[in-house]
């Protein structure tokens, strides 16, 4: 099965697909030190939302936060607990709820990512020059807010030629 492309008569769209389809392809999101980019998300997630490093957040939280399943959070816990990067603490006023923190461990290897984002981002802005930086993050965030505003059509309950169900 081939890859989805677009079938649009007009240049500019397709050229926008395009572009979009290779940033999507240049992994921005690379892995630091072989952890994974969605294990970097939650540690760099626990860092700057937890309101102290002993605290640390409840699973529900980090899920609310980042968009994914809170099945999904646990098993990059679960992962991240594997490697020595976070750890779980019951709640001192509700043993019923654990928390999730970072360990010494997780806050360096946070604070290298930090900073390889960083270092990464200025060599960006260097390239493009401030203006051109500007209007790209503008950009970003108008492409953003229009895809907020018009969600994607649900694949999954478009009927396709000849899968009309017949009453």
């Known amino acids: 099965m081939g890859s989805i492309g ?3 008569e007009n240049p ?3 050229k926008l ?3 979009l389809r290779q940033l ?3 992994h921005v999101h690379q892995a630091v030190e072989g952890h994974k980019p969605s294990e970097m998300t939650l540690l760099i997630c626990l860092a700057r939302k937890s309101r102290s490093a ?7 939280e980090i899920s609310r936060l980042l968009g994914i399943t809170p099945p999904t959070v646990t098993q ?3 992962s991240l607990e594997a490697k020595d990067m976070v750890e779980r603490q019951p709640d001192p006023s509700d ?8 360990t010494e461990q997780g806050r ?7 900073e390889h984002m960083d270092a990464s981002l200025n060599k960006l802005v260097e390239y493009l020059g401030e203006e051109e930086s500007t209007l790209l993050a503008d950009l970003l965030l108008k492409v953003h807010g229009f895809i907020e505003n018009n969600p994607r059509p649900d694949l999954d309950r478009l009927q396709m030629n000849g899968d009309e169900k017949l009453d």
């Open 12 to 14: 500019v769209a397709q």
């Open 54 to 60: 002993e605290e640390g957040l409840k699973v529900s």
């Open 24 to 26: 999507r392809k240049a």
């Open 95 to 102: 043993r019923r709820v654990v928390r999730i923190r970072l």
């Open 76 to 78: 990059l816990i679960n």
């Open 6 to 8: 677009i079938n649009n």
């Open 17 to 19: 697909f395009m572009a």
């Open 108 to 114: 360096v290897i946070t604070r290298k990512a930090r």
